[in-house]
C-alpha cells in the first residue's frame, strides 16, 4: 500500500507520542506513517512554537491585538500544559477546558 504524506499535528494521541518519544521510536511504533509524514509535522510544529514566542512577546510588551488572542486560542492545543501565561491568555482553565458553562462548571470529560 501506499503512504501518503500527511501531517497530524491535530491528533492529540499521536502528538502526545511525538513530544514523548524519539523519531525512530515513533516511526516504529506508527508504522503506517512516513518519514515525511513525520517531517512535515515537525516543522509545522516548528512553526507553531515560533508563532507561540512570537505572541508570548506580543503579551509580554502588552500589545497584543484580538485577532492575535484569537490565534492564539486557535493554537491552545499546542501550547505547553505548564506554559500558564499563554494558557491563561488563549483562555484555557487550569483544569483543561477551553470553556466552561455559565456557572463555571467543569465541561472537561476525561477520556
Ligand atoms: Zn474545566
Known amino acids: 500500500m501506499e503512504k501518503l504524506i500527511a501531517s497530524f499535528e491535530n491528533d492529540k494521541d499521536k502528538m502526545a507520542d511525538f513530544n514523548r518519544i524519539s523519531k525512530e521510536e515513533f516511526l516504529e511504533s506508527y508504522s ?4 515525511d509524514s513525520y ?3 515537525k516543522s509545522i510544529i516548528d512553526k507553531i512554537k515560533e508563532r507561540l514566542e512570537y505572541l508570548r512577546q506580543e503579551i509580554e510588551a502588552e500589545r497584543i491585538s484580538y485577532g492575535e488572542i484569537a490565534e492564539l486560542q486557535g493554537l491552545a492545543d499546542h501550547i505547553d500544559k505548564g506554559d500558564v501565561v499563554l494558557l491563561e491568555w488563549a483562555g484555557v482553565k ?3 477546558c477551553t470553556y466552561h458553562d455559565e456557572n463555571d462548571n467543569c465541561t472537561n470529560i476525561p477520556s
Open 32 to 35: 503506517y506513517i512516513n518519514k
Open 39 to 41: 517531517d512535515l509535522t
Open 94 to 96: 487550569e483544569c483543561g
